[in-house]
């Protein structure tokens, strides 16, 4: 893959990501179920892994794109510490998907569309004020804000499946 270079080109992909689920057309997919979120984690312009939300297909509450992706980046790296990487999402974190990302040490997050009922990172509260014992990353929001934002709003228009 070639290197991307701007938050737009990764967003792009994140919003792929998110997109992925549903592509299937069929509402007994679980896929078809889980809310159209993705995220992609990079390090020194290039790609580690992307994540997309899978709470219905996995049955997990903790399945949210960016869990996912904060898993597989630990993996493929050979460790938790994330130091030095972007994770770009499609939606603000929530409250569990931020803390997880402090944790994981991730160094700068970008998120498209804002979150005002549970967006941890300045909408519904910020999670990344305050004294912390870990370092807090950098945040970037609203990028291609619109596009995400629309995603979600098609998503909902329709109906979740059953």
């Avoid at 679980?30 to 790609?47: F, H, R, S, W, Y």
């Avoid at 938790?80 to 569990?96: A, D, I, K, S």
């Avoid at 995400?148 to 709003?153: E, R």
Wanted: proline residues 4%.
């Amino acid at each position: 893959m070639d290197i991307l270079k701007t938050d737009q080109e990764w967003m792009l992909l994140a919003l792929k990501a998110a997109g992925e689920n549903q592509k299937t057309g069929n509402n007994s997919d679980k896929t078809a179920k889980d809310i159209p979120v993705g995220a992609v984690i990079v390090e020194n312009g290039q790609l580690i892994c992307t994540g997309q939300n899978r709470k219905e297909l996995l049955n997990d509450a903790t399945a949210h794109a960016e869990i996912v992706a904060l898993r597989q980046a630990a993996t493929i790296k050979g460790t938790w510490r994330l130091t030095g990487t972007v994770l770009y999402t499609t939606l603000e974190p929530c409250p569990m998907c931020a803390e997880a990302i402090i944790q994981s040490r991730v160094s700068k997050v970008v998120f498209g569309a804002y979150d005002p009922l549970s967006g941890a990172l300045g909408s519904a509260f910020n999670l990344y004020t305050g004294k912390r014992i870990y370092p807090i990353p950098d945040v970037l929001g609203g990028i291609l804000e619109v596009e995400c934002s629309d995603l979600l709003k098609q998503f909902f228009a329709k109906g979740r499946p059953n």
